[in-house]
């Protein structure tokens, strides 16, 4: 049976469709404000329970010349604007232990993103904070191996737990996702997120940076929620062929649009709702 997480005034892994989605790294309060509008009144439409996500840093990129977002400070600065003109919960990822409290202050999720899934320090340090916190499947782990992950934030006094699934390395630049891992996962009790722009991404694929298939994004998200995920995580944007990071594998709002409204509506059915 699959733990139901409780944010603000809907619940994730209950009988609506959660979506996490923003852009990938923070580059203008524009483009933000922009984004996070479009969404807003889309899910509001849709009655789809919604989270916008940003990065403030991606520490993580292929080159030390890529393009990280806005830092800390700033970032988190304009993410509480989104919150307060928008009236929409934030998720962010953190990428060091000293940043999760400093994070939480804005956040109402904590993301570990896949690369750092197992470092012990991040996790309890996360779970310290008391904010839900949703960790990343790396890349290079089974789904199996969440169990203990997940078990180092609730030994942490925090049960508040959610793991994002985003495919498994298959070869050089290249991923798979097998939906048997929503159904592993949820068999542990936690809610599962799919996310379906990571899962297209190429690693590496264009040599110092990567690239993507922006055209499987629908494929696998309808898939996922088919196979009983309870939320879906997306990193969209205005114009993602002009984005500064990970422009490969985001998706426009157009695009948004039509693939939340035909999952929402295979949610409905897998649901009974």
Same mark, same amino acid.
């Given at each position: ?17 959660? $979506? ?7 580059? #203008? ?16 439409? @849709? ?7 940003? #990065? ?23 993410? *509480? ?32 993103? *896949? ?38 934030? $609730?030994? #942490? ?5 959610? $793991? ?17 891992? $929503? ?15 990571? #899962?297209?991404? @190429? ?16 494929? @696998?998200?309808?898939?996922?929620? *088919? ?15 002009? *984005? ?30």
């Amino acid at each position: 049976m699959v733990n139901k997480v409780k944010l603000r005034d809907f619940e994730i892994g209950g009988k609506k469709l959660t $979506i996490l989605a923003g852009p990938c790294a923070i580059e #203008s309060k524009d483009i933000l404000f922009k984004t996070a509008e479009y969404l807003k009144k889309l899910t509001t439409e @849709l009655d789809i329970n919604y989270v916008f996500k940003a #990065s403030y840093d991606k520490a993580n990129r292929s080159s030390i010349n890529s393009y990280r977002g806005l830092g800390i400070e700033k970032g988190l600065s304009l993410l *509480a604007e989104v919150k307060k003109e928008f009236d929409v919960p934030i998720v962010t990822d953190i990428h060091e232990s000293n940043q999760a409290q400093i994070a939480s202050e804005v956040a109402d999720i904590i993301q570990i993103p *896949a690369f750092l899934c197992r470092q012990t320090d991040l996790l309890i340090a996360a779970a310290k904070t008391n904010k839900i916190i949703n960790i990343k499947k790396g890349q290079f782990l089974a789904p199996s191996q969440m169990k203990s992950i997940a078990q180092k934030v $609730i030994d #942490s006094g925090n049960k508040q737990v959610t $793991i994002t699934d985003r495919g498994v390395s298959f070869g050089y630049n290249n991923l798979v996702s097998d939906m048997r891992a $929503i159904p592993i996962i949820q068999e542990m009790g936690y809610p599962v997120i799919f996310d379906a722009t990571h #899962s297209v991404q @190429l690693p590496g694929g264009f040599g110092e940076s990567s690239s993507g298939e922006r055209k499987f994004v629908p494929v @696998l998200a309808k898939a996922a929620v *088919a196979s009983g995920a309870n939320g879906l995580f997306f990193e969209v944007h205005p114009s993602p062929d002009c *984005a500064l990071c990970d422009g490969a594998n985001m998706i426009n709002f157009e695009q948004a649009k039509n693939i939340f409204n035909i999952c929402n509506e295979i949610f409905k059915l897998v649901n009974n709702v």
